[in-house]
């Protein structure tokens, strides 16, 4: 309860310094839960269960990897204090922007583990928790030292508690989408995923740009798509649910910082009007099986409920996703 939360200290994977709500144990050893969010936010250790394994667990058993618990208020673990620090920002961001307790607005408990396998290069909502790998110190770094990482992961658990955009093809592109555009909403500073995290050795580069999205290059097509011409209609990736996310992360960056994208013109209308309408349309308008054109009336809808049917908003959606080719 209220008495036994204390403050932590701690430096995070960036070396940063960092401070953060904890809780003193009766038996004097102080752990990782903060009991002033929510039902909490809890971080664990996953002791480099092999993910698969790690994965069941958490399914069938509500397993969490082990407690994480110091004698002194210093916390020496810089992927677990990454992991609270930034679990909570995400926490206040979504209560702070949109009024949401937690990813299903009830409170839900914040639960993370990392060091989940072994120099695992990837992230995961698992739909109990999320899952940080410690990265092989080439790709990645610990993944949970990405605030736009940790935003990405949560809001698959605020889609999966809201429109439950299937997983696959159009839908899952969209449920990926949401979540990088999410990252970069709360990551506020840049349109780029996870660039704190990825390829420490080189600089200025990210997982994926929402800015120039054709800027970058995959296994699979290549550069990334930026017009719906361009989606890859393959099997690979889910049906590349990380590929033809870049067409629709273009769209929500026209629609915030304006610019002109084979030849048509938006005029932006800022980060805070665009967060609101990708927010609301994916609580009140998207279905689990919306595609790319729902995707389109839905952000039309959002728009004109929040700012009214001859709104500047409005407008910025219709030509943003006439840029990128979606009707
Ligand atoms: C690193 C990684 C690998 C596989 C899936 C995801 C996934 O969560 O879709 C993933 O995490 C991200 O994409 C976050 C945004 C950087
Ligand atoms: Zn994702």
């Known amino acids: 309860n209220a008495i036994d939360q204390v403050t932590g200290f701690g430096k995070g994977v960036l070396d940063q310094k960092q401070m953060f709500e904890m809780t ?6 102080y752990f990782l ?5 929510g039902d909490g936010i809890h971080t664990f250790h996953a002791q480099h269960i092999n993910p698969l394994i790690f994965n069941l667990l958490s399914q069938l058993a509500d397993y969490t990897g082990e407690e994480l618990t110091s004698d002194h208020k210093y916390f020496s673990d810089p992927a677990a204090v990454s992991a609270q620090v930034n679990a909570a920002d995400v926490y206040d961001y979504y209560k702070e922007t949109f009024g949401r307790d937690s990813y299903d607005d009830q409170g839900a408990k914040l639960i993370s583990s990392v060091h989940v396998g072994t120099n695992w290069n990837n992230a995961a909502w698992n739909g109990k928790q999320m899952m940080y790998g410690d990265g092989d110190g080439e790709t990645f770094i610990p993944l949970s030292g990405a605030k736009d990482v940790i935003a990405h992961e949560l809001t698959h658990a605020v889609t999966d508690t809201s429109s439950s955009l299937v997983y696959q093809d159009e839908s899952g592109a969209l449920n990926e989408s949401i979540s990088d555009i999410m990252g970069t909403m709360v990551d506020r500073e840049d ?3 996870g660039e704190d995290v ?7 580069d990210a997982l994926r740009t929402l800015k120039d999205p054709a800027s970058y ?6 550069p990334y798509p930026d017009h719906y011409s361009k989606r890859y209609t393959g099997e690979a990736d889910n049906g590349g649910v990380h590929i033809n996310s870049s067409i629709n992360n273009k769209a929500a960056y026209l629609i915030s910082e304006g610019g002109t994208h084979y030849g048509v013109t938006v005029e932006g209308i800022g980060r805070e009007a665009t967060e609101q309408i990708y927010y609301h349309a994916n609580t009140q308008y998207l279905t689990s099986t919306s595609d790319f054109s729902m995707m389109r009336q839905a952000a039309i809808e959002a728009a004109a409920a929040l700012y009214g049917e001859s709104s500047a908003e409005v407008e910025a959606v219709k030509k943003g996703y006439d840029a990128v080719g979606v009707q």
């Open 24 to 29: 003193k144990g009766e038996n004097g050893n």
């Open 33 to 37: 839960f903060d009991g002033t969010r």
């Open 191 to 193: 349109w780029k995923m």
């Open 198 to 204: 990825y390829t420490p050795g080189i600089e200025g």
């Open 217 to 222: 290059t995959n296994a699979l097509t290549g």
